[in-house]
């Protein structure tokens, strides 16, 4: 017998999911058997439900924004035995469910889940947490650090690029030793972003081509705090173009280990939490994840 859980945060972003789960459950029931309904009421109450009750399903759903997914699979990734995953989008930006395609009207969202496409997808490993957008600190973590919950619902993706500029003034870079494989760098910056999909802010913005499958992570590092060097990496894609050497640094790689001084706040996923030193691993197509019409994969 199929059983699929939605895990649903009501609380999430402009999520309306609320209004619509019966609809939405009785849709999946053209292929699963049994759809169970979770309903969280606070922060971990989903992590919670997947450590206990994970194996009893084939299909996990999570039902809202960028931190209900983020908490939903840093529960999801330790996990020998790791159900299918799938999205629909609840929150504000929806980072990662647009980087796989999911169109960001539920119950349109629920007939992609219906379509059956599965992907295996690259997650992001920073110690012992997980992430599937991008790992990033300095100018980054102000932004995240700076966004008004409130005007973030309103504006949504605006107000991440609003409080980006009005960030960049006096900022003082820091010091950043990265190691790799692919590059090293020993010397000063304001940002580094690395990426693992292709949205930030509900916008394609640092890695607008990047591969959910390669393994690799795309790493942007901006030196100078210079309002002209951010815009050019956020509003024009710079990666399209990247230059060599100079003020602005783009790699990819698999692994790499940094330490900046002084220690930086780590930004992961939109969720600030632990510092730098850090060391992170691209895990390769690790999560089985169904997508929709899928522009962050290469065909």
């Known amino acids: 017998m199929q059983r699929a859980v939605i895990i649903l945060n009501p609380a999430a972003g402009k999520s309306t999911m609320v209004n619509q789960i019966g609809i939405i459950s009785d849709k999946l029931k053209q292929r699963y058997e049994e759809v169970v309904i979770y309903t969280t009421e606070a922060a971990g109450d989903g992590a919670a439900y997947i450590g206990k009750h994970a194996s009893e399903f084939d299909l996990i759903i999570g039902a809202g924004g960028d931190g209900t997914v983020h908490e939903l699979i840093n529960a999801l990734c330790p996990l020998e035995r790791r159900p299918l995953f799938a999205i629909l989008p609840g929150g504000t930006c929806n980072d990662f469910s647009r980087a796989i395609g999911m169109n960001q009207d539920p119950l349109l969202a629920v ?17 012992s947490r997980y992430f599937l957008n991008f790992w990033g600190i300095g100018l980054i973590t102000l932004v995240s650090n700076n966004v008004d919950s409130d005007k973030k619902e309103r504006f949504g993706k605006l107000s991440y690029y609003i409080s980006a500029a009005q960030s960049i003034t006096g900022f003082e870079p820091f010091s950043l030793k990265i190691k790799s494989a692919d590059f090293d760098y020993d010397d000063t910056a304001c940002l580094l972003v690395i990426g693992n999909g292709a949205f930030t802010g509900g916008m394609r913005t640092f890695f607008p081509e990047t591969d ?17 060097l951010a815009w050019k990496a956020i509003a024009l894609k710079l990666t399209n173009e990247m230059p060599e050497g100079g003020a602005i640094r783009y790699f990819k790689t698999g692994k790499l280990s940094i330490e900046a001084s002084p220690g930086q706040e780590i930004d992961c996923d939109g969720e600030i939490g632990d510092r730098t030193p850090d060391e992170l691993e691209n895990l390769k197509q690790y999560l089985s994840v169904l997508v929709g019409d899928f522009p962050g994969f290469r065909n």
Do not use: P
């Open 111 to 127: 007939e992609q889940i219906l379509a059956n496409q599965v992907k295996q997808v690259d997650v992001g490993k920073s110690g």
């Open 212 to 228: 959910l499958e390669d393994g690799k992570f795309d790493v942007l590092i901006i030196k100078e705090t210079s309002m002209e």
